[in-house]
């Protein structure tokens, strides 16, 4: 997965966790290859004009021999139109919250199989212009070696960053998501494309199955869908088929279960999200 970012370009930016829709494809193998982790990963809050409210980040390095520091910042964020991670400086959005922020410590040296809190304090101005959603991140940011092919150290320095991702909801808001269409894709991993568009002006977190079956109506894949689509954002959420090389030559259909579960607007309460059956031809 590319992450675009304004830093510079020795700069790899971690997703700690699974948080965001796939976005955290590859920060399971980076992360954990350097020992570091940050949770949570996500978080969602609810605010009101006023507001005061305090949410606690660890940092944790589960290295058993290295001890390594982190110097903590924030940045703001949006995802692009395949999911993808785009990192700004603070402030530099129209849906920014980190002018809001404070946190301690600012830095962290952590020992091996040691962990370390970080207190984000968020202070929401009495007068917001815009409803819906705002957003910063947390960054925790190191410098580690780049080792060669041999597994020796190269000389390379590299900048590392783990992200918690931060959505602040300021209601009342409207998340409306809508599945525009679906398209098969064949290859050696089959896969398919949900083109989405949110037109509310907070997230939406998309959570369901696709089902395919064969002409006997038999379920020969069953795939998991977890997605985010911004506020007044569209996207492309390509996700592989599980089972795939069960789906050969032949006709298939697949059927799709999918709720929003993030509705401002429903008290939060889940919402199905329809999305139309499709049919395939598999070559």
């Not at 599980?242 to 008290?267: C, R």
Request: net charge negative.
């Amino acid at each position: 997965m590319t992450m675009k970012s304004i830093f510079k370009p020795v700069l790899k930016t971690l997703l700690a966790g699974s948080a965001i829709c796939g976005l955290a494809v590859i920060a399971p193998q980076i992360a954990g290859a350097f020992g570091v982790g940050v949770q949570p990963s996500t978080v969602e809050m609810t605010i009101k004009p006023g507001d005061r409210q305090r949410q606690v980040v660890t940092i944790g390095n589960v290295h058993k021999t290295k001890t390594i520091s982190l110097t903590m910042g924030l940045a703001d964020w949006s995802l692009d139109e395949f999911g993808e991670l785009v990192l700004e400086a603070p402030g530099e959005t129209p849906r920014s919250a980190a002018d809001w922020v404070r946190f301690s410590p600012a830095s962290v040296t952590l020992k091996p199989e040691t962990s370390q809190d970080v207190v984000v304090e968020i202070s929401t101005p009495y007068k917001v212009e815009a409803k819906g959603d705002h957003r910063f991140a947390l960054l925790a940011t190191t410098m580690l070696p780049e080792l060669d092919e041999r597994g020796d150290l190269s000389g390379v320095w590299n900048r590392y960053q783990l992200a918690s991702l931060f959505y602040l909801t300021l209601t009342p808001s409207s998340s409306d998501p809508v599945v525009q269409s679906v398209a098969f894709n064949s290859g050696a991993t089959p896969s398919l494309t949900l083109s989405i568009k949110n037109e509310g002006d907070a997230h939406a977190r998309l959570q369901g199955t696709a089902r395919v079956k064969n002409e006997s109506g038999d379920v020969v894949s069953e795939t998991p869908l977890s997605t985010v689509v911004l506020d007044r954002h569209a996207r492309e959420y390509q996700v592989n088929l599980e089972n795939g090389e069960a789906i050969t030559s032949g006709e298939y259909s697949v059927d799709f279960d999918l709720d929003n579960t993030f509705v401002p607007q429903n008290q939060f309460r889940n919402t199905d999200v329809k999305v139309n059956p499709i049919t395939f031809v598999s070559p």
